[in-house]
């Protein structure tokens, strides 16, 4: 059985389709695609079925990687369908948290940035009303939260 990440921020447009992205650019890179598999979702409906916002795209393709997935928003099903849930924000991680009022599933969720190595930053901020920069920025922590999460996840694959 394959190890399942569950990557989620508001709108699964920006921030979460990006981890996602990367993160499985990182797991082709280190040949475990048959071992680890990788989705998002937003805590909200406000884009469901819509592609990546153009903004990320171009932001991760100067990275070279390329963004690809639709929009859907988060369920109470992937509580139990993923092993490890990733907020972006701490918004995020309470909304999720919030739909799991018998906490059965705390343990599977956790920021994204605790995975970070080389940046302080505990949140992936919210690029969407703001600059370019931002959108370059939050792809750079990705970079770094993804590293970090690959290595935890390569230590926790049974042999
Ligand atoms: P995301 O960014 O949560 O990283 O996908 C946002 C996308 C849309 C909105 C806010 C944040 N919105 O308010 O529509």
Do not use: W
């Amino acid at each position: 059985m394959a190890y399942k990440l569950l990557f989620v921020c508001l709108g699964n447009i920006c921030r979460s389709p990006a981890a996602e992205n990367i993160m499985n650019h990182l797991i082709v890179q280190a040949g475990l695609s048959e071992r680890i598999i990788c989705d998002s979702a937003g805590t909200s409906s406000y884009h469901i079925g819509s592609p990546p916002d153009r903004r990320m795209s171009a932001a991760a393709a100067m990275r070279g990687i390329s963004m690809k997935g639709r929009a859907r928003q988060f369920q109470v099903a992937d509580f139990e369908n993923y092993d490890l849930i990733l907020a972006m924000d701490k918004d995020n991680y309470l909304d999720i948290l919030a739909l799991d009022p018998r906490q059965q599933y705390c343990d599977k969720v956790r920021l994204m940035c605790e995975f970070a190595t080389r940046h302080q930053i505990r949140e992936v901020p919210d690029p969407y009303y703001g600059g370019r920069e931002g959108f370059e920025k939050v792809i750079d922590l990705l970079l770094d939260s993804c590293e970090g999460l690959l290595e935890y996840v390569k230590s926790s694959l049974p042999d």
